[in-house]
């Protein structure tokens, strides 16, 4: 677990220029996308969730392989932005949530995705417990994380070398003493931390790991004309290999019973108390019969965003409580 363990420090990408972030980027996008199928292609197709939707990269791939996809996201203007391709039929669903109160049942997704969230997780436990919450037996996980040391650290340690911060002394990631190091925000805080220390995490939680798959290279100028194909079957088959600047785990939640999978309209739950909303229908009321919570919708999207007292936001790289 993080050395900031306990509390909810929220990365909202709300006004955040995504656009710019991901542009000539498409290479990286690709190679996610051929990550993701591939590790979730034996995976439960029935109702996936992903975390962390922002605008779409990869919502077409989740969408090829589950009958219903159900996408997430703290930021409510991306998610408003988001056009599914599901041809109007309903079966992706669009909901404003943060992910250390997720608004959903217990056992209501037989899959789930969480690409580039893990890393900005001030407390990773706290929301692995809640992905693990949501989840059914048997059901997997595709979760990124930034492992150090490696090459992106290297580079990081470099750039930052270079052009150092005023006032900001320069200390070394990749050769911190420290296990889990917590990077300047720019404009969002990163943390990052060896192997090991995910793997307690998942453990922690109760998921079991299923095998890793390794990228992050593609992000450099001179790999941009490597070929797709190439990028993953590098992830894929060196999935131990040390050193890549970007990890994907495979985990698994233990095979057991569970009660039938619930109806998509009926898998809605308040993210403060847990307890379930009843059916939901499209632009209807949605308010906590136990703690009087109550979502908004915005839209075709539903907003059950809760942050818990204490917590804290970045919001376009500035710190609020």
Not at 37 to 65: C, I, N, V
Not at 188 to 205: L, Y
Not at 221 to 250: D, E, Q, S
């Amino acid at each position: 677990m993080s050395a900031t363990a306990g509390t909810e420090a929220i990365s909202d990408y709300e006004g955040f220029d995504f656009a710019a972030l991901w542009h000539r980027r498409e290479k990286v996008t690709e190679v996610e996308r051929g990550l993701l199928t591939t590790a979730l292609a034996s995976s439960d197709p029935r109702r996936l969730l992903e975390l962390g939707a922002g605008f779409g990269r990869l919502l077409a791939p989740l969408e090829a392989m589950a009958r219903e996809v159900v996408v997430t996201d703290f930021d409510l203007t991306s998610l408003a932005g988001l056009r599914p391709r599901d041809g109007g039929s309903g079966r992706t669903r669009r909901v404003a949530a943060n992910v250390y109160h997720l608004p959903f049942v217990a056992n209501a997704f037989t899959a789930a995705s969480m690409v580039r969230v893990y890393h900005h997780l001030s407390d990773a436990g706290t929301a692995m417990a809640e992905l693990r919450r949501v989840l059914r037996p048997a059901a997997r996980l595709f979760v990124s994380y930034n492992p150090r040391p490696s090459v992106g650290t290297l580079v990081n340690d470099v750039q930052r070398a270079l052009r150092p911060s005023p006032g900001v002394p320069f200390r070394s990631i990749t050769f911190a003493r420290s296990r889990h190091v917590e990077l300047p925000p720019d404009p969002f805080p990163v943390h990052v931390g060896p192997r090991q220390e995910f793997a307690a995490t998942a453990r922690a939680a109760g998921f079991e790991c299923r095998g890793e798959m390794v990228s992050g290279l593609e992000e450099y100028y001179l790999m941009r004309h490597v070929p797709t194909r190439l990028f993953v079957r590098l992830g894929t088959t060196f999935g131990g290999a040390p050193g890549f600047p970007m990890r994907f785990a495979l985990l698994a939640v233990p095979a057991g019973p569970a009660e039938p999978l619930p109806p998509l309209s009926e898998i809605l739950a308040c993210p403060r108390c847990h307890a379930a909303f009843g059916r939901v229908e499209d632009a209807g009321a949605v308010v906590c019969r136990r703690c009087t919570f109550r979502g908004a919708w915005h839209g075709d999207v539903l907003d059950l965003r809760f942050a818990a007292p204490g917590s804290s936001r970045w919001q376009g790289g500035a710190h609020a409580r």
